[in-house]
């Protein structure tokens, strides 16, 4: 084991959200020097790991087999190990699994740390030009549609921005109902955070849903914040 990092401790890594070079150096020492790396992705990460010669042992920690690595994940701390958590992308347990793992360490009495680094919600929030004072994340919403519209509408009565991920497939469904429920509404989007076709739109639910709507595809992932006035008109 490498006596740089700290016996019996779980170590929560942020990983890139598109760009390679966002990860930390001392990310990059603590995933060489851990004894295994459980990442929600083998295969994504994979390729984050040969660009950094990361040549340490991976095994898949992902929703549907997180609760069943506990007692591994538990034996293996108590042997003086040290593991690393990642995602596919950005920080773990922010919309992405791990909270299961982090709690059962807790309660075992094993130390947790982070290491963080990237975050596609607060890499939005810090470039939207919204009040970052208070605001809710949101995750995902509900697929479907009418939990989709109780969730929006529990949500927009809060006073703070609202912070979201949504996926392609389902961005104009989304901007459909904001254009009902909140039609001045100010809305931001960031599509493909840190990548190469990185973009950001702001204007009205509708104005956002006309501009998607017109390309031939939409592709990418989304972030999506809502201005804390709801009846703010957007700016021209």
Do not use: W
């Not at 809710?136 to 991920?165: D, N, W």
């Not at 931001?188 to 204007?203: P, Q, V």
């Not at 017109?214 to 914040?225: A, D, Q, W």
């Amino acid at each position: 084991m490498n006596q740089t990092l700290q016996a019996g401790a779980l170590y929560v890594v942020a990983t890139p959200i598109g760009n390679l070079g966002d990860l930390s150096s001392r990310a990059i020492e603590i995933l060489k020097s851990a004894d295994l790396i459980l990442a929600e992705d083998t295969r994504s990460f994979s390729r984050l790991a040969s660009h950094y010669l990361i040549e340490t042992k991976v095994k898949s920690c992902f929703e549907h087999n997180e609760t069943r690595r506990i007692d591994e994940l538990n034996q293996r701390l108590s042997d003086g190990e040290s593991i690393a958590l990642v995602s596919e992308a950005g920080t773990p347990c922010i919309s992405d699994p791990g909270y299961r793992i982090t709690l059962a360490c807790r309660e075992a009495g094993f130390e947790v740390l982070s290491v963080p680094g990237p975050c596609a919600a607060i890499a939005a929030l810090s470039i939207a030009g919204f009040p970052s004072d208070r605001f809710l994340f949101l995750g995902f919403l509900p697929q479907k549609s009418g939990k989709r519209r109780s969730s929006l509408e529990e949500a927009l009565a809060i006073r703070a921005t609202l912070v979201m991920y949504e996926s392609p497939y389902r961005i104009l469904k989304v901007l459909t109902l904001l254009e009902e429920l909140i039609p001045k509404g100010r809305i931001f989007i960031g599509r493909e955070m840190t990548k190469m076709h990185e973009e950001s739109l702001i204007g009205s639910p509708g104005e956002i849903r006309e501009e998607l709507e017109n390309r031939p595809k939409i592709k990418g992932e989304f972030v999506l914040l809502i201005h804390p006035d709801r009846e703010a008109l957007a700016p021209e």
